[in-house]
């Protein structure tokens, strides 16, 4: 430990007040940290253990003129940021997939990574994603949370269907639709006592989970009133748009100001085409699967709704399926074009404080 105070003081001697920058590896249990002078090109290196007070009170001491600390997103999540940040740090957090890579092999560890993020970072190379207060990432966990809980509901009729299926059994008239009596008539249905246990337990799933999206809806209104009322009914006035699709949006978006484009949005959802051209050949544009996963999914559900039932949106969609006789790129046009116009008509309405807000979105 005293080996590497003193790289470290014999560091910050050397670079005297040249700007540094900062790259992390960051795991659950160390950190790996990378020292990088941009004027000279220095680098020192060293493992911590992780913890984010320690660490901010540790560079606070270094003595050097730290210009930019950088790391990669994982598990680990945005509270170094925000603790760094509270520090009085300026901190940018990298999307894995926006660094750029080698195409030949060449040697990786933690150390390395580190480097490689200062050094990348001081060249201009790197680019940051927003990073959300607790309140917001709050918020975004618990919409996340009713989306999967609601996947695995629809996963869980799937399987009863098709163990009914499997075993020969009749269904009742009441799983067509999943209504109340859905549940009491499986119960009640006429099999052996084995088949009975694996149904039963197929069955008590079924109703937690329902239990659970009833549970997460009513978190989630409650937390949507205090943190976004007004610009949850603005989103929900365009017809198609209902408080899934509005609640996933400002999730997802969580500070939809941050945009400055139309452009912007769009290819954060993975909704924008991305033109392929090289020497003479004719450019092609395709949507690639990037960006928002979640929240594209819903909104290409919601922009079927807006089709049907607003005629502006129909009328897009035909021209888009006239071009090229095909009803999935017709309603990607149409949910590019909804993205859009819920962008704007959320950036209309200025945000609101949001202190207590994760409070209130855990409360009953």
């Given at each position: 430990m005293v080996k590497k105070a003193t790289r470290l003081a014999r560091f910050a001697e050397a670079v005297e007040d040249q700007p540094v920058v900062v790259g992390f590896d960051v795991h659950k249990k160390t950190y790996s940290v990378a020292l990088f002078s941009s004027q000279d090109g220095q680098v020192e290196s060293y493992t911590c253990p992780a913890g984010e007070a320690a660490l901010a009170a540790q560079l606070s001491g270094l003595g050097c003129s730290i210009e930019h600390?950088?790391?990669?997103?994982?598990?680990?999540?945005?509270?170094?940021?925000?603790?760094?940040?509270?520090?009085?740090?300026?901190?940018?957090?990298?999307?894995?997939?926006?660094?750029?890579?080698?195409?030949?092999?060449?040697?990786?560890?933690?150390?390395?990574d580190a480097v490689k993020l200062a050094t990348y970072f001081a060249r201009g190379l790197l680019h940051s994603v927003a990073i959300p207060t607790v309140e917001q990432e709050g918020y975004r966990a618990l919409v996340r949370r009713r989306k999967r809980v609601a996947e695995s509901r629809g996963k869980i009729k799937q399987k009863i269907k098709g163990f009914l299926l499997a075993s020969g059994i009749g269904e009742p008239q009441s799983i067509q639709k999943w209504s109340l009596a859905a549940s009491a008539d499986l119960s009640a249905l006429d099999m052996p006592p084995e088949h009975r246990m694996s149904l039963a337990s197929m069955v008590r799933e079924y109703l937690f989970l329902l239990s659970e999206d009833k549970m997460l809806r009513a978190e989630i209104r409650t937390a949507?009133?205090?943190?976004?009322?007004?610009?949850?009914?603005?989103?929900?006035?365009?017809?198609?748009?209902?408080?899934?699709?509005?609640?996933?949006?400002?999730?997802e978006l969580f500070s939809p100001e941050r945009f400055n484009r139309p452009e912007e949005v769009t290819s954060y959802l993975g909704l924008?085409?991305?033109?392929?051209?090289?020497?003479?050949?004719?450019?092609?544009?395709?949507?690639?699967?990037?960006?928002q996963k979640r929240l594209r999914g819903i909104l290409i559900e919601a922009a079927w709704q807006w089709t049907w039932r607003d005629p502006e949106a129909k009328e897009l969609y035909n021209r888009h399926f006239a071009k090229h006789g095909i009803g999935q790129k017709a309603i990607v046009a149409v949910a590019r074009k909804l993205a859009i116009k819920l962008w704007r008509m959320a950036v209309e309405i200025p945000p609101v404080s949001m202190e207590g807000a994760a409070r209130g979105a855990w409360s009953g």
């Open positions: 600390i950088v790391y990669e997103t994982g598990p680990t999540g945005f509270a170094l940021a925000r603790t760094l940040m509270a520090a009085g740090f300026k901190v940018s957090v990298i999307a894995a997939s926006r660094i750029p890579r080698g195409y030949a092999a060449a040697a990786k560890n933690d150390r390395l949507t009133k205090r943190m976004h009322a007004e610009r949850f009914a603005h989103l929900t006035s365009v017809v198609g748009v209902g408080e899934t699709a509005a609640s996933n949006f400002l999730a924008a085409p991305v033109v392929s051209q090289s020497g003479g050949s004719q450019a092609r544009a395709r949507i690639r699967p990037v960006g």
